[in-house]
């Protein structure tokens, strides 16, 4: 049998997460608590995030790395917990059954240090690998373009090299955290010709000449962590490429295999989050002579959504542990591993934007609004399935991997 309750190490992790919200940032979210739900004070006027809010964020961010909790996916020999993807997936649940307020900055997301930065040189990862699992300091990872989008290899922006040096040029669009970045981590083709092998990474300091960070996007989710990246001539020496020549796409697609895999806990903890939201809320409002909760109409909604909250779960734990016996940091993946990443982030995904479309229409006008929380997990839920490769890019690699 395999046994997928986590281990007692996990188990005490996760009572400390819960400790760490109560006592550290139940404060900090009820001092912000008229930002979170007004956008003219979460945002300035140019759509970053007001002072304040980021001032937060960042002590989130080292008071978590302080306490070990950061950045629990890393290797123990780069300073992070050690942990597998089965045991991040009970990491990811714990914070987000908080639902959406501050509590998810104590995790690294894409801000954060990954796996693939293991690649980097050993005066590399002390360099700037080392600052980013203290929490010291923030990435973004640049891959995706206006043209390009999930077709990572259309991408228009070049690298050529003269010498030592590497001169990059190109525009990189809809990039977490590029506003507030100490790290970029670019890719850019320097062979077209060769595909995949044809692009290189690079690390792009926040004050090197040539790059520009370019506007911040008003998108859905109204998070003020989205913007633009541009690279005029921006030249950088050999120290600043990211693995070898060649490996830069293998290296972004890995990155993104990350952002992938932690959809499982975060998207089973954000619907569990919601079922007891909509239980607690039909067995308590009363109408028309009587709880919510005796229609049945609405017991089937509250169903629906414990199964695909149970679905997740079941599918998220199978997948993470396929996922451990194999090496999905690897610059070349099995196919069949890459499936079983892809199955887990659509479905995922999709089974969250049911659970949350339902809770808006359980919870009627209150639903609606901006207070109540939920229709901001509902945003969040839409936009999940388009980062990180879209819904339709997964059903591609799944279906090519079956041999379709």
Sequence with gaps: MIDFSPP????????????????DIAPIEHSLADHLTNEHLYLREDGRLAPEVLAAQQTIRKRSAERGLYALHMPQEVGGGGFSLTDMFFVHE????????????MLSWTEGPNHMLMFLTEEQQQKYLLPLVRGETTGAYAITEYRGGSDVLGMETRAEKHGDTWVVNGTKAYITNAQYADLIFVCALHDPSKGGAGATAFIVERDNPGLTIGRTYRTIMDDGMTGELQFENCQLSADHRWGEEGQGFYLSMGMINWIRVRRGGMCTGLGQYLLDRCSDYIKNRRAFGGPLSRFQALQWMVVDSYLDVQAMRSLSLQSLWQADQGNLWALKVDPHLIK??????????????????????????HGLMKESGIEKIFRIARNLRIPGGTDEIQRVNIAKALGL
């Design 8 to 23: 007692p190490n996990v188990e005490q992790t996760v009572r400390d997460i819960h400790r760490f919200i109560e006592n």
């Design 94 to 105: 714990a914070v987000y059954q908080h639902g959406i307020g501050v509590a998810q900055w």
């Design 340 to 365: 079983t990443v892809c199955a887990l982030k659509v479905f995922c995904d999709e089974a969250l934007y049911r659970v949350a479309d339902r809770a808006v229409q359980l919870h009627g006008a």
